[in-house]
């Protein structure tokens, strides 16, 4: 049986040492600032990113990669022989990164041992699944069950985020400004999630004020968790103090095993803007 790789790109929001210690392979999204072009992740970090965003008027924009991007890393991996890819990437309702790597599938002449995965997620939601896919491959699981795993982890998490402001959703052309100063003045928190069949983001409640946002969230996962223990992964923009606080309403109402903490990073940040806060939830293993 071939050794299965993981792949995955840049938007996973997976830090270096956690693609490093699993031998997790990230293919960069491109983020410009003006006439400067950073490699997500790479050239650009993601706490310099909110530096250079607080300081900059004009609205960074992204790029997903190339098929020849994913092309280099599918022929590095394949050099091995018995070697068997699965690739896991931002929703195809967000970019054409997954498109991209379908197509250096095709041009690779439709190679069986590369497996495509649109996670119709972002951010965490699909690098947790990356995360579980190559523990298990590390543990001998062949391909078939890995995918099994994907989609079995996929069903049993829950998202949700918090946007701090709705300036950034504005800017990037998802709300009227209307909307965005209105709700800035009264001090309106979104909760949004992303549809796990359509892989899109939908609004799933509003509240005033993040504590109450938070107590609402936590109503929300009660509905599915109720009376089982839970592991917690929290991504944050520039957000530590305010995912601290939301780990501690938790476990106040729920038995938390386990809790990490990630970043986010520039290409998800350009989107959604600093203050953000998302929380996937998945029940703990026995």
Known sequence: MGKVRIVVDSTSDLPKDVRERLGIEMVPLKVHFGNETFLDSVTLASSDFFVKLAGTKEMPTTSQPSPVDFVDVYKKLLEE??????????????????????????????DPNIHIVDSKS?????????????????NGADVEAILARIRSLKEQTQLYFLVDTLEYLHRNGRIGKASAVFGSLLNIKPILSIDPEEGVIFPVDKVRGSRKAMGRIVELLQEKFDGKSIDVMFVHANARA?????????KERFDVKDVSYFELGPV???HVGPGTLGLFVTPAEA
């Open 81 to 110: 022989p018995g070697t068997v890819i699965i690739s896991i990437h931002l929703s195809s309702a967000f970019s054409g990164t997954y498109q991209s790597a379908v197509l250096a599938k095709s041009l690779l002449g439709g």
């Open 122 to 138: 972002a951010s965490l939601g699909f690098g947790m699944l990356a995360i579980a896919a190559a523990e298990a491959a590390a």
């Open 242 to 250: 305010g995912a601290e606080e939301f780990e501690g309403v938790l």
């Open 268 to 270: 998800i940040g350009t």
